[in-house]
Each structure stands twice: as structure tokens, then as C-alpha cells.
């Protein structure tokens, strides 16, 4: 009986690994082979149109550049800006449209998806869109300024100075909608008795906010702005499609960064080295996160 029992469960156990096998084959080959290889490729520079014969160990050579590259440097600056400036507001304007629609409003749920929709819509239709809206000359967001008077509107994405702040609004537009619905989902899980019991003590809806609200979307906060700060640490299309990096690197970031080292200037080791330090930077970054959240949720 015991044999029996054995070598049905060994079927039982054959026949799951290979419903995974096509799932496990793909993850292997396409995730982590890749992964694999380009952490070997960031001690070798590999002009790959050589093919593997193109592979020159360079030790820690690659890294050592970091340093000394000023498009490096300055991808660092902007990305740094970017997450700095773009994820609070998405925070903030999530919250607060996710506090009014959580009301009796008219029309909420219609209200509701059509904030929440520029997030779904594809990313690089959203930036033409945006990069139409932007144009210094005929674009209609000059066009209403000059109507009020702006003789001289912002050249947008066509100026150094404004650029990067154009490209950043346009992911604060997109990224609102995600943290509104989270924060609704949030708000779900609050309990009107505490509402009820603050009301009888005399607090204000402003107070209930900052005391009630606020304190216990804390764990919600802190999921929203690690999800954010790695989207905007990985942004990619709207620069790609609205800029290129430009003018003068003024929206430059690391992902950008990493794709002209790549498939333009074919470094493909130093691109794998900028590549990890991207990595590096999204992980302490969420790991201080995480242990933020715990102090926090321990001392309340």
C-alpha cells in the first residue's frame, strides 16, 4: 500500500511540474538568464555586433566611470527631481480627490473613472497627446495663456528650464488616478464610528482629516509612494517620446540613459553597470521604506 500510495503522489507531483514547466522555461529564459548575463556583462564591455567573440573583461572599470560621466550624473539629478517633486503630488491630489468622491457626489463613479483612466490609456499615446498640448507655438495650453494675456508663455518642452517640470506634471495627470483608487479602497476600511464618536467631541472636518484620515491611511501612503517612487525611478516613455532627452539633457534619466548607452552607442557592459545601480538605488530606497513603515505602524 505504501508503494501505491507513493507512486501516486509522485504522479500527482510529475504531472504539477509539468503544467509549470512552460511558465517555469519562459521566467528562466526570458527573466532570469537575462538578469544573469547582465550581471556578468558589467565587469566586460561586449560590442555585441561581434557577437560573444566581442567580450573583454574590464573588471570594475565600468563603475569606475560612473563617477566621470556627466550624463550619468545629471540622469541622476533629474530622476532625483522627478520622484522628489512628482510623487508627494500624486499623494497628495490622490488623497484629496479620493476624500471628495468618497462623499455623496454627483456623477462619483463616472468622476471616478474617468480620473482613474489616463492611468490604463497606453503611456506613449498619453505623451503625444501631451507633446501636442505643449508646443510653443500652437499648442493649445499657450494658446488660453496668451488668451489671458501671457504674451509670452513657457516654451515647455522646447526650453532647458521648463522641460523637465512639463514631463512631470504630465506623470503627476497620469499617476493621480492610481492613488485615488487605492486611497478609496482605504478609506473603505476606516470605521464611521470614529467619525461619529470625533463629531460628538466637537472636531472639525479639518480636524477629523489631519487626526482620523490621515493616521490611518498611513500604511496605504506608504504602499502608494514605493509603487510611485519606482515608477517614476523607471520612467522611460514619456521621455523617450516627448524629449529624447533633450534639450540639452535637460530631461535625461536613467532609463533613457540606459537605452542610448545600449542600443545607440552599443556600450553594453557600462549600460548593464548603470542598469544595477538603478536597481540598487530602487531597492535601499524601498527597503527604507519598508522599514519606515514598520517604526511607524510600532509607534501608533
Do not use: C
Not at 506613449?124 to 495650453?141: F, L, T
Not at 480636524?207 to 496605504?220: A, K
Not at 535625461?252 to 552599443?266: D, G, K, P, Q, T
Amino acid at each position: 500500500m505504501r508503494q501505491l500510495w507513493r507512486r501516486a503522489s509522485f504522479r500527482e507531483n510529475l504531472a504539477g511540474y509539468l503544467f509549470i514547466l512552460p511558465n517555469l522555461s519562459g521566467y528562466f529564459l526570458f527573466v532570469l538568464l537575462p538578469i544573469l548575463f547582465s550581471l556578468y556583462l558589467v565587469f566586460n564591455d561586449w560590442e555585441y555586433l561581434k557577437g560573444f567573440s566581442g567580450i573583454s573583461w574590464v573588471g570594475l572599470d565600468n563603475f569606475k566611470a560612473l563617477g566621470s560621466d556627466p550624463k550619468f550624473l545629471k540622469a541622476l539629478q533629474n530622476n532625483t527631481i522627478f520622484t522628489v517633486v512628482s510623487v508627494p503630488a500624486s499623494i497628495i491630489l490622490g488623497l484629496v480627490l479620493a476624500v471628495i468622491l468618497n462623499k455623496h457626489v454627483y456623477f462619483k463613479n463616472t468622476l471616478r473613472t474617468l480620473i482613474f483612466l489616463p492611468y490604463v490609456s497606453s503611456l506613449v499615446a498619453v505623451s503625444v497627446i501631451w507633446s501636442i498640448m505643449y508646443r510653443a507655438s500652437d499648442g493649445p495650453i499657450n494658446q488660453v495663456l496668451r488668451n489671458f494675456g501671457i504674451s509670452h508663455p513657457p516654451g515647455w518642452l522646447s526650453s532647458p528650464d521648463s522641460a523637465l517640470f512639463a514631463i512631470i506634471i504630465m506623470s503627476v495627470w497620469v499617476t493621480i488616478g492610481y492613488a485615488m483608487v487605492i486611497y478609496l479602497a482605504g478609506l473603505q476600511g476606516i470605521s464611521k464610528d470614529l467619525y461619529e464618536a470625533s463629531e460628538i467631541d466637537g472636531a472639525s472636518k479639518l480636524r477629523q482629516f489631519f487626526r482620523i484620515t490621515v493616521p490611518m491611511l498611513t500604511p496605504t501612503t506608504f504602499l502608494i509612494a514605493i509603487t510611485l517612487i519606482i515608477w517614476s525611478f523607471q520612467v522611460f516613455g514619456p521621455v523617450a517620446v516627448m524629449t529624447q532627452g533633450g534639450p540639452i539633457d535637460s530631461t535625461m534619466v536613467l532609463s533613457y540613459h540606459i537605452y542610448l548607452l545600449a542600443f545607440r552607442y552599443y556600450k553594453m557592459g557600462y549600460a548593464a553597470a548603470v542598469s544595477w545601480v538603478l536597481f540598487a538605488i530602487i531597492f535601499v530606497v524601498t527597503l527604507i521604506q519598508w522599514q519606515s513603515q514598520k517604526r511607524w505602524q510600532q509607534h501608533f
